[in-house]
T-cell receptor, first 112, second 112 residues
Framework: EAQVTQNPRYLITVTGKKLTVTCSQN?????MSWYRQDPGLGLRQIYY???????DKGDVPEGYKVSRKEKRNFPLILESPSPNQTSLYFC???????????FGPGTRLTVL | AQSVSQHNHHVILSEAASLELGCNYS??????LFWYVQYPGQHLQLLLK??????LVKGIKGFEAEFIKSKFSFNLRKPSVQWSDTAEYFC??????????FGTGTKLQVIP
């Protein structure tokens, strides 16, 4: 089944404790992206990747890191999480830029 | 920079009522336009998209949208809504940039 998976689905952590949210797609898509969804603000792009080893900042990259060492994986790293990063995070992928995106199930992160 | 405006934040309709959700974007060049839907507790999925050709596009579940280039609009319509259409709807635009910009979303509540 074609899908985007994210782990964990729920995470409660404390300020400053490094964490990684994994994202994997099995559709051989080149384009992958991370979004955060906040009430009243919709989805805002954090980082995106055009292909392996090619990443770029989205609209709200501060406090986040990403890497794209393999085509299928695009982990989101929070080196030192803060409470303002409490949010719902979605990973998405598409065959190429501008194409239909397929979204993962979301990761609800709470930073205390 | 490209931007997307969804003017209706929360819409409440009775079943069988007609629906129109507004979406306006700002970008001077060629755009790809999308409507995504997020049902309660689920991830986003594509409702319909416009890349080129006929400006009236049809999507799943009886939804359609019309691209009006002169008005920079891509409004979503459905002649008769059902309770199962209760969801949050996001308009998205991809212009000449690698990234996609989402609107803030419209929550639709359909009352049986």
């Amino acid at each position: 089944e074609a899908q985007v998976t994210q782990n964990p689905r729920y995470l409660i952590t404390v300020t400053g404790k490094k964490l990684t949210v994994t994202c994997s797609q099995n559709m051989n898509h080149e384009y992958m992206s991370w979004y955060r969804q906040d009430p009243g603000l919709g989805l805002r792009q954090i980082y995106y990747s055009m292909n392996v080893e090619v990443t770029d900042k989205g609209d709200v990259p501060e406090g986040y890191k990403v890497s794209r060492k393999e085509k299928r994986n695009f982990p989101l790293i929070l080196e030192s999480p803060s409470p303002n990063q409490t949010s719902l995070y979605f990973c998405a992928s598409s065959f190429e830029r501008g194409d239909t995106q397929y979204f993962g199930p979301g990761t609800r992160l709470t930073v205390l | 920079a490209q931007s997307v405006s969804q003017h209706n934040h929360h819409v409440i309709l009775s079943e069988a009522a007609s629906l129109e959700l507004g979406c306006n974007y700002s970008y001077g060049g060629t755009v790809n336009l999308f409507w995504y839907v997020q049902y309660p507790g689920q991830h986003l999925q594509l409702l319909l998209k416009y890349f080129s050709g006929d400006p009236l596009v049809k999507g799943i579940k009886g939804f359609e949208a019309e691209f009006i280039k002169s008005k920079f609009s891509f409004n979503l319509r459905k002649p008769s809504v059902q309770w199962s259409d209760t969801a949050e709807y996001f308009c998205a635009v991809n212009g000449g940039y690698q990234k996609v910009t989402f609107g803030t979303g419209t929550k639709l509540q359909v009352i049986p």
